[in-house]
């Protein structure tokens, strides 16, 4: 099973983008990295998912290194809204069985 | 509201309750799922359904007894539950086992405590 590795917390200034990183070195060929969020006591929000190349959508945009043993989530413009937990996950063997740890904390700040 | 809905939101019962947790989900989906989640600890995934057969119960204590009677409803039926099992339960829901492009939808959780 993958593991992925994230730092436990961060801090960004509101209007500047937020660049959270994840470190999944021992991913598989086939392996998608997702992302997901959750804001205090809501339930988790997927946000984006990636196999190879780069992804965008309307939340963020999700880059993926060559080698495929990192990840970035990147949030353009970070609102106070977008303080939340957000979580880097490789379901094993495209099971899509997610498995959370304990993320990265971002706060953003006025 | 998400598509996947969970009743109650907040639940407070006594160690000798009988409680259900209800969850519903009107998405298609046919992968529905119960998680965990403690004070500052990670989710925790207790049970997985696949067209309303239990998949996957990830060690979890008899006291917690899921039902699935319909792709479109999900229980977690409670007895004589301990303080510590007092969380926040998430119900979840995906296309199927394997939603590599669809990933899954989160209810808003009920929060129970166990008093």
């Known amino acids: 099973d993958a593991k992925t590795t994230q730092p436990p917390s961060m801090d960004c200034a509101e209007g500047r983008a937020a660049n959270l990183p994840c470190n999944h070195s021992?991913?598989?060929?086939?392996?998608?990295v997702y992302w997901y969020r959750q804001i205090h006591s809501q339930g988790p929000q997927y946000i984006i998912h990636?196999?190879?190349n780069n992804e965008t959508n309307e939340m963020a945009s999700l880059i993926i290194t060559e080698d495929r043993k990192s990840s970035t989530l990147i949030l353009p413009h970070a609102t106070l809204r977008d303080t939340a937990v957000y979580y880097c996950?490789?379901?094993?063997?495209?099971?899509?069985?997610?498995?959370f740890g304990q993320g990265t904390t971002l706060q953003v700040k006025p | 509201e998400t598509g996947v809905t969970q009743t109650p939101r907040h639940l407070v019962m006594g160690m000798t309750n009988k409680k259900s947790l209800k969850c519903e989900q009107h998405?298609?989906?046919?992968?529905m799922y119960w998680y965990k989640q403690s004070a500052k600890k990670p989710l925790e995934l207790m049970f997985v359904?696949?067209?309303?057969?239990?998949?996957e119960n990830n060690s979890v204590p008899s006291r917690f007894s899921p039902e699935c009677p319909n792709s479109s409803h999900l229980f977690l039926h409670l007895h004589t539950l301990q303080p510590e099992d007092s969380a926040l339960y998430l119900c979840?829901?995906?296309?199927?086992?394997?939603?590599?492009?669809?990933?899954?939808?989160f209810g808003s959780g009920t929060r129970l405590t166990v008093v």
């Open positions: 979840a829901s995906s296309q199927d086992l394997s939603s590599v492009n669809y990933g899954y939808t």
């Open positions: 021992t991913i598989s060929g086939n392996e998608y």
């Open positions: 990636g196999l190879k």
């Open positions: 996950i490789v379901p094993p063997g495209n099971t899509g069985k997610l498995i």
């Open positions: 998405l298609g989906h046919n992968a």
């Open positions: 359904y696949s067209l309303e057969e239990r998949v």
